[in-house]
């Protein structure tokens, strides 16, 4: 079986072998995929029957009657059968011109032009604009049947008039596409006949080839910054050159930042640095002077064109890998593109492939020969874009800070010497969650003192008793008791917010968490139904609770389903602070060290032990009214003991 015909192309790219040695084949089933610099095509097989030997690689470059492989027909000797009647569906032919007046432009209408007998082509992509300014040889549409995709190139240099036609239109041969005002240098040139398409890209190939060659003798070349998505004022963060340096096409040269990616500018050509134009930390647009390369031949020149641009395309993934710690993620050696290509090559398997995910081809980096778009590309996309998507959700505090700046890296070793510390994973999440809450719960904090100068005295008259049953009676007892009755007298202290900011669930049960400063971080044990448990039950619990605490034993189970949260400093210091309400709850409770103080009776000063208290709450659930009566209560059961046992 041999290479059908395709237009008169020559040396095409084979860039997929669609079957195996051994394979059953029916008629018109894909054997390999060619591509030319502008469409891609399916080779369909002219035979049913078993593939015995393949003659062609990816890679290899055929024309038309070179043989592709060897199809063992049931009944029959194995034969190589006689090229294929067909023609390459990707071979557009360019539209017929008339020659032009002698004004300076003349209105040229631009038609389908052969497309190999396909008719009701869908249009899927429009590549210009009304007002634009193309050159010949520019793609001005893309079609796609149910074998190959192809650009329309443009047959004239010219400003685009009326467009006819939109994405999802079906078209044949001859159809309207654009109106072309024509410049006369061209339209005078440009010949009226009909030519098959793929003759006229092989023909421009080599014109363009023989004039490379032309001027490939030894010459220093200029390199300017390329098409950069339209920014300007880029900063040069690395500049991977010097002087002297040789480099190979594709070879990275500069490195350029903007405040959404970072991209690499690759060496056009294959040469010798003999100067830089530009520094670290320089500002840059496209069309700027970088550096100026002496060209060292036309072979080095014109064949990377074929051998080096997937290699250069392929290598830098890794080399960025490693060096990733160092500089922030480079958008060229990712799967994602910060900016969409202005165009996109792919073969018709990939283009339904990104239709079904649901993939913008624009954003999709191509690895392919000649930027030309894989399905390996399509899969790194989409699994680039879930774990940017987990990761964005599993902490979006912290790495986002609800579009707030992060603070960017410091080289502190410059001020002595430091250890970089990996944090626990329990540190980490509360990080998240801290940052989490500050930015989402709306804060309110209010502040008082409790006069607990009769509940101390109780408190110290049972502890000898207490710690002969073996509990040890702390004041934290007595603040859950009254939190516990503080959070049934105020049930708008008991509630959690639905996310769909309409609703709220309000609680039937007291369960308060304690905050506990353990070994490995910052932990919230819960006692569960405090409201129904006595003081002495609660010291048991409680104590039971911060052991497992303090000797990292606590389970998930033991940390779940808190109502109300009590942060105490009380046995370090302070006068105050602002505790940040533990979401989903509404409240936090903060306790600060008690203190003598003089306090007026009506009559004289007597010394009373003040305790600070720092109430925090959620203000989309929780009023100020109802955080004065919360406070004022939860006051009245510390100063007279005997309201907790009512």
């Keep these: 079986m041999r290479v059908p015909d395709i237009g008169g192309a020559t040396d095409v790219e084979v860039i997929e072998i669609s079957i195996q040695v051994g394979d059953m084949v029916e008629v018109d089933q894909s054997i390999i995929v060619l591509e030319t610099d502008k469409a891609s095509m399916d080779v369909p097989s002219s035979m049913a029957g078993k593939v015995t030997s393949i003659s062609v690689k990816e890679g290899d470059k055929v024309s038309e009657g070179d043989e592709v492989l060897i199809v063992e027909v049931e009944g029959e000797q194995t034969s190589s059968a006689a090229p294929a009647d067909t023609k390459a569906e990707a071979a557009p032919k360019v539209a017929d011109s008339k020659p ?99 003759k006229a890209e092989t023909s421009a190939v080599t014109e363009r080839a023989d004039s490379e060659t032309e001027s490939a003798s030894v010459g220093v070349e200029t390199v300017n910054v390329p098409d950069i998505g339209g920014a300007e004022g880029v900063e040069v963060i690395e500049v991977a050159v010097a002087a002297g340096d040789t480099v190979q096409e594709g070879d990275s040269i500069i490195v350029l930042e903007t405040d959404k990616a970072s991209m690499e500018i690759p060496a056009p050509k294959s040469g010798t640095v003999k100067s830089v134009s530009i520094s670290v930390g320089d500002k840059v647009s496209e069309g700027h002077p970088v550096l100026e390369l002496e060209v060292e ?79 390996e590309d399509l ?181 779940q389903g808190g109502c109300f949260t009590i942060s105490s400093l009380g046995a370090i210091g302070g006068t105050g602070f602002t505790p940040i309400v533990n979401c989903p709850e509404v409240g936090i409770l903060g306790v600060s060290k008690a203190d003598v103080e003089p306090r007026w009776n009506g009559k004289e000063f007597e010394p009373r032990t003040m305790l600070p208290l720092c109430l925090s709450y959620d203000h989309r659930a929780v009023n100020g009214g109802d955080a004065g009566r919360f406070m004022t209560y939860l006051n009245a059961l510390l100063s007279d003991v005997r309201r907790l046992s009512l």
Aim: proline content about 6%.
């Design 379 to 559: 899969h790194a996309y989409v699994k680039a874009a879930v774990q940017k998507a987990t990761t964005s959700s599993a902490s979006p505090a912290v790495s986002s800070g609800a579009g707030l700046p992060t603070v960017p890296d410091q080289d502190f070793s410059k001020f002595g010497d430091i250890e970089v510390v990996k944090m626990s994973k329990i540190q980490r999440m509360t990080a998240q969650n801290m940052a989490r809450n500050a930015l989402v719960v709306p804060h309110v904090t209010q502040f008082d003192k409790a006069d607990i100068t009769d509940l101390e005295d109780f408190r110290k008259g049972l502890k000898g008793e207490m710690e002969k049953q073996g509990v040890k009676l702390t004041p934290l007892p007595f603040l859950i008791k009254a939190v516990a009755q503080a959070m049934r007298a105020n049930p708008s202290f008991n509630v959690s917010l639905m996310a769909d900011g309409e609703s709220y669930v309000q609680k039937g049960y007291v369960h308060i968490g304690v905050a506990v400063d353990s070994p490995v971080g910052l932990v919230v044990p819960v006692l569960r139904d405090a409201d129904q448990k006595s003081i002495v039950q609660i010291a048991q619990e409680i104590n039971v609770l911060i052991k497992k605490a303090m000797d990292k034993q606590l389970k998930p189970a033991d940390m």
């Design 297 to 375: 031949g036309a072979a080095d020149v014109t064949k990377p064109v074929e051998q080096k641009a997937p290699e250069a395309k392929q290598d830098p993934v890794p080399e960025k890998a490693v060096s990733a710690p160092v500089t922030a993620p480079v958008a060229d050696q990712s799967a994602v593109l910060s900016e969409p290509s202005k165009k996109v090559h792919a073969g018709p398997a990939v283009r339904m492939l990104a239709r079904e995910l649901g993939v913008d081809l624009s954003l999709v980096r191509a690895t392919g020969p000649r930027g030309r778009i894989l399905k």
């Design 100 to 198: 032009a007046a002698e004004a300076a432009t003349k209105v040229e209408q631009v038609s389908v032009p052969d497309i190999g007998g396909a008719t009701d082509v869908e249009v899927i992509e429009v590549c210009v604009a009304e007002g634009d300014m193309v050159e010949e040889g520019d793609s001005l549409i893309v079609l796609e049947t149910d074998k190959a995709s192809m650009d329309i190139p443009s047959p004239f240099t010219g400003k685009i008039g009326k467009i006819a036609i939109s994405v999802g239109d079906t078209v044949s041969e001859g159809a309207d596409i654009l109106s072309l005002d024509a410049l006369s240098s061209e339209v005078t040139t440009a010949e009226p006949a009909s030519v098959d398409s793929a």
